[in-house]
């Protein structure tokens, strides 16, 4: 892998559109066909980083929020709202990828989690990651991966970004890589042959933003994102187009690590279920865009473990011929 750094023309854009937009930070690795160039130039800092031996109460791992990084406040005040209710500590803690999250799980770091669909399933079938309830957006415990482009750009469908510039989320994302790859797999393409360049942003948000200020000719990210954007900041949503829809994935769940005591996962359970019925846990809801919690239901992931089985078989074919 040879490491490299963004042009000082890039550079530039980048900072400027900081600048712009402080709420917002761009954290970029880009891959070419040849090579890996990978840039943080902004690293998120841990919400609340706490040791298991210091903080005896639950600890909640951040690693897929349903609303963008300003939504924190609301993911803070469920923290809040759970420690009064359970009238134990609650501590929120963050990383900055969804593998470090899915290890702090393996490994007990964290007793629940927010969690995107696709580390859910790979937690899942890998070290017994525990499904415990799932958001309803508008009714239904789905999303879909939207790939969007600026909105000046002549694209009006995937196969128009052949040989353009597009930003994923994050290697273990579903909206934001697995189901893009699955699109360019079935046309027997890979990112790398499709693309001229593709890059991480580690965050959904961070990549509508690299659209709108066309740092790159196209993304896919989370529907609920780009939603919830679209309400609390049309002016951003307003300078991307979306081309594509996906059909309908399970939406990002909350999960719990799998020896939890089983009467602490009931309390939580319970909780959460009820939210919607108390003025305050509905005010929290409605912040994040939630209608309430439903118990979890494993066999809304079967279509991401399809596709993921998928792809994987079509790699194989693909290295052997």
Known sequence: ??????????????????????????????????????IDLTKRAPLMEQ?????????????????????????SRL????????????????RENYAEMNRLIAEGGVDMAFVCAGPY???HD????????????????????YIIVPKDSPAQKLDDLRGKTFAFTDPKSNSG??????????????PESFFSKVSYSYGHDKSIMTVAE?????????????????????????????????????????????????????RI????????????????LAGMMIDRFVPGDDANYDSIRAIKKWIAGHNRVTHSQ
Request: net charge positive; charged share 20%.
């Open 79 to 94: 923290k809040d709202y759970i420690a009064k209710e359970l009238q134990i500590p609650v501590n929120l803690v963050d």
């Open 51 to 75: 040791s298991r031996s210091t903080n005896p109460g639950l600890l909640i791992g951040m690693g897929a929020l349903i609303t963008p990084k300003e939504g924190y406040y609301y993911y």
């Open 1 to 38: 892998m040879v490491i490299n750094f963004l042009n000082s023309h890039d550079i530039l854009k980048l900072l400027a559109t900081i600048i712009m937009v402080p709420l917002f930070t761009i954290g970029v690795v880009a891959c070419t066909r040849s090579d890996v160039t990978e």
């Open 214 to 266: 066309k740092l790159v000719d196209g993304a896919a990210v989370d529907s609920l994102i780009w939603e919830y954007s679209a309400q609390t900041k049309p002016d951003l949503t307003a300078k991307t187009r979306i081309i594509d829809v996906s059909e309908p994935y399970g939406i990002p769940p909350i999960v719990v690590r799998k020896d939890l005591p089983q009467a602490t996962k009931k």
């Open 126 to 145: 890998q070290f017994g990651m525990e499904l415990l309830a799932m958001p309803l957006v508008k009714g239904k415990p789905v999303y879909h991966s």
């Open 269 to 284: 359970l319970k909780l959460l279920l009820s939210m919607h019925e108390t003025p305050e846990g509905k005010m929290i």
């Open 121 to 123: 399933v790979e937690g």
């Open 177 to 190: 890589k697995i189901v893009p790859s699955y699109l360019l797999a079935r046309r027997k393409e890979t």
